[in-house]
């Protein structure tokens, strides 16, 4: 495959040129009434957001550490196996240890993005600045942790969810009004589930200076490479741009991020003593899954409900590489889901003649 098919949209199956119109992928369709298990699906959701019924079941404090490490490192909350997760202990406990002896709630900091959602089908479609069913998720898998966490320890949990949008602006250009007005609206989302003060945003332009990176960037330099890149890193720069875009620049933008990356996480390192979280776990960072069987970002696309005939409602991660393979639509459910969510993504597995 040479650089230009690489850079082109239709090479990796984004084909559509056009703003999505009625029978179109990704068009709300107001005329497609949903299938039944997705409003039950929602409906649990909602339901268990709102549960406040908890039976405490307290423990010896010296024990603690390695209950609460052994809750969030279960198949509910991590997809790392018990060999895997044995690196993040240590370190993992000691931070639980000391919020414990102060009596506080276990302070835990999640990077959940820059700000905004990755285009699935880059020069279609627009970028996504607003939160959806994965923030919905996610607040969800937080909630159901907490609760646990809560049976074994009273005081709970707290959620820094770490916005990198200073990341965002200096590796794709994307101005921090724009993320801020996502981070407004998902301020606004835990408000309608009176989630906070437990769960808090943590935005890096709120906190951080451009000046700041610029200082600390030379330490973390990465040239240009076009040699080593590969199709994903393609899909990648142009899925987070919203349009194509040729080898030099994707060269260029990766340097960037590998660059800006270690500025970041050295800087909110500084200024936040919770225990980081990632989706995906690098070898400094445990995972944390955003919705149930996760092993993905939610920032890399949108979060839909796969919906095939017979078989359970599950969420899954549509992107720009895999939507192609899916009939999928919007459908709003405004008597149901708080009012900072839009509408949610059906995803139906295309027939052959489609995909």
Same mark, same amino acid.
């Given at each position: 495959?040479?650089?230009?098919?690489?850079?082109?949209?239709?090479?990796?199956?984004?084909?559509?040129?056009?703003?999505?119109? *009625?029978?179109?992928?990704?068009?709300?369709?107001?005329?497609?009434?949903? /299938?039944? /298990?997705?409003?039950?699906?929602?409906?649990?959701?909602?339901?268990?957001?709102?549960?406040?019924?908890?039976?405490?079941?307290?423990?010896?404090?010296? #024990?603690? /550490?390695?209950?609460?490490?052994?809750?969030?490192?279960?198949?509910?909350?991590?997809?790392?196996?018990?060999?895997?997760?044995?690196?993040? @202990?240590?370190?993992?406990?000691?931070?639980?240890?000391?919020?414990?002896?102060?009596?506080?709630?276990?302070?835990?900091?999640?990077?959940?993005?820059?700000?905004?959602?990755?285009?699935?089908?880059?020069?279609?479609?627009?970028?996504?600045?607003?939160?959806?069913?994965?923030?919905?998720?996610?607040?969800?898998?937080?909630?159901?942790?907490?609760?646990?966490?809560?049976?074994?320890?009273?005081?709970? $949990?707290?959620?820094?969810?770490?916005?990198?949008?200073?990341?965002? +602006?200096?590796?794709?250009?994307?101005?921090?009004?724009?993320?801020?007005?996502?981070?407004?609206?998902?301020?606004?989302?835990?408000?309608?589930?009176?989630? *906070?003060?437990?769960?808090?945003? +943590?935005?890096?332009?709120?906190?951080?200076?451009?000046?700041?990176?610029? @200082?600390?960037?030379?330490?973390?330099?990465?040239?240009?490479?076009?040699?080593?890149?590969?199709?994903?890193?393609?899909?990648?720069?142009?899925?987070?741009?919203?349009?194509?875009?040729?080898?030099?620049?994707? *060269?260029?933008?990766?340097?960037?991020?590998?660059?800006? $990356?270690?500025?970041?996480?050295?800087?909110?390192?500084?200024?936040?003593?919770?225990?980081?979280?990632?989706? #995906?776990?690098?070898?400094?960072?445990?995972?944390?899954?955003?919705?149930?069987?996760?092993?993905?970002?939610?920032?890399?696309?949108?979060?839909?409900?796969?919906?095939?005939?017979?078989?359970?409602?599950?969420?899954?991660?549509?992107?720009?590489?895999?939507?192609?393979?899916?009939?999928?639509? #919007?459908?709003?459910?405004?008597?149901?889901?708080?009012?900072?969510?839009?509408?949610?993504?059906?995803?139906?597995?295309?027939?052959?003649?489609?995909?």
């Amino acid at each position: 495959m040479t650089s230009a098919e690489l850079a082109t949209p239709g090479a990796r199956g984004l084909h559509h040129r056009r703003t999505a119109t *009625a029978g179109e992928p990704g068009h709300e369709d107001g005329s497609r009434r949903p /299938p039944e /298990p997705v409003r039950e699906y929602l409906n649990a959701i909602v339901a268990d957001l709102a549960a406040t019924e908890l039976r405490c079941e307290p423990v010896a404090a010296a #024990r603690l /550490p390695e209950l609460i490490f052994g809750l969030q490192t279960g198949r509910e909350f991590c997809y790392l196996s018990r060999a895997r997760v044995a690196p993040y @202990r240590e370190a993992a406990c000691a931070q639980i240890a000391r919020d414990i002896a102060r009596g506080e709630p276990v302070h835990y900091c999640l990077d959940i993005g820059g700000g905004y959602h990755a285009s699935l089908r880059p020069g279609t479609d627009a970028l996504c600045f607003a939160p959806g069913l994965g923030e919905l998720l996610l607040l969800r898998q937080i909630s159901r942790f907490d609760a646990g966490v809560r049976r074994l320890y009273p005081p709970g $949990t707290r959620f820094s969810l770490v916005i990198d949008n200073l990341v965002a +602006w200096f590796v794709n250009d994307i101005p921090t009004e724009r993320t801020g007005a996502y981070c407004a609206k998902l301020r606004e989302l835990i408000a309608q589930l009176a989630l *906070a003060p437990g769960i808090e945003l +943590w935005v890096e332009s709120e906190h951080l200076t451009t000046s700041e990176f610029e @200082r600390r960037r030379g330490a973390f330099h990465a040239a240009p490479c076009a040699d080593d890149l590969s199709c994903k890193d393609h899909d990648t720069v142009a899925r987070f741009l919203g349009r194509a875009c040729g080898s030099d620049e994707v *060269a260029e933008r990766t340097a960037r991020y590998r660059a800006i $990356t270690g500025v970041s996480s050295e800087l909110i390192g500084s200024r936040l003593d919770g225990l980081r979280m990632t989706q #995906r776990a690098t070898p400094e960072t445990i995972c944390f899954r955003p919705f149930p069987g996760a092993d993905s970002r939610i920032q890399s696309g949108e979060v839909a409900l796969r919906v095939t005939g017979g078989k359970p409602v599950v969420p899954m991660l549509l992107t720009s590489h895999n939507q192609h393979l899916y009939d999928w639509y #919007r459908v709003g459910f405004p008597d149901m889901l708080p009012p900072a969510i839009g509408p949610v993504i059906c995803a139906e597995p295309a027939s052959r003649s489609t995909a």
